[in-house]
């Protein structure tokens, strides 16, 4: 689905040069809820990833880094046993802890909380949360336009993409400035770049 956490997946298969078939679930109508998807990724979200010999692997932070690692040549990893792969590990982790399940409270705060005023005050808090994260990886970046110092990696896509949702688009023009500069850089990318605008504009 557009503007969901399979942007960065699919980027990285296109950078990857790999084959691959896209299935929309669509968030709106709850797709992603149903029998038939829990039996895709029992946690009931998306990405999820299906390989060749069909087996199943969900949560987009090792989608990324098996994309990563069956695709060497796609240089989405900094060398092994580098400081900068160490890095690129960091950041991937961070997003996938520190990032990504705050977007769930943002989103669907009445899961945590009585509907109404609480779960709208539980929504602000998050999307307060978000913006912090934001700045945490706005103050992080090292590179030119990347993340790494040494350039671009997978770390780029994911914090790209996690960073879209709930932060605001003028808020991050005027706070992100480096981390939008990223993003414009990944929609330049001859490979990524047509997914992402696909994704994001
Ligand atoms: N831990 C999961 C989180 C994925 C996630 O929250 N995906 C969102 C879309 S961006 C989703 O499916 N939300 C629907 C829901 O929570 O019902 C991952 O890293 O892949």
Redo the contacts with the bound molecule.
């Keep these: 689905m557009r503007q969901?956490?399979s942007c960065s997946a699919e980027c990285a298969l296109a950078e990857a040069g790999a084959e691959y078939e896209t299935i929309d679930v669509d968030?709106r109508a709850?797709a992603?809820?149903s029998a038939d998807y829990a039996a895709i990724n029992p946690?009931?979200?998306?990405?999820a990833l299906r390989l060749p010999d069909g087996e199943i692997v969900?949560?987009?932070?090792a989608?990324l880094l098996t994309i990563a690692d069956r695709y060497p040549d796609a240089g989405l990893l900094p060398p092994a046993g580098s400081d900068a792969r160490a890095q690129c590990f960091r950041w991937i982790a961070f997003g996938?802890s520190e990032i990504?399940?705050v977007?769930?409270l943002a989103?669907?705060p009445e899961r945590f909380s009585p509907a109404g005023e609480q779960a709208e005050t539980l929504r602000q808090r998050a999307s307060e949360r978000l913006r912090d994260r934001a700045l945490i990886i706005e103050r992080a970046i090292a590179g030119h336009p990347w993340l790494l110092e040494n350039g671009f990696s997978a770390a780029d896509l994911y914090v790209a993409n996690l960073t879209r949702?709930s932060t605001g688009i003028e808020w991050r023009a005027e706070n992100c400035p480096k981390l939008e500069a990223l993003v414009a850089a990944i929609a330049s990318r001859p490979k990524a770049g047509p997914i992402w605008r696909r994704h994001f504009g």
């Design positions: 969901s956490g968030l709850n992603q809820l946690a009931r979200k998306i990405p969900t949560e987009s932070a989608i996938a990504y399940p977007v769930e989103d669907y949702w």
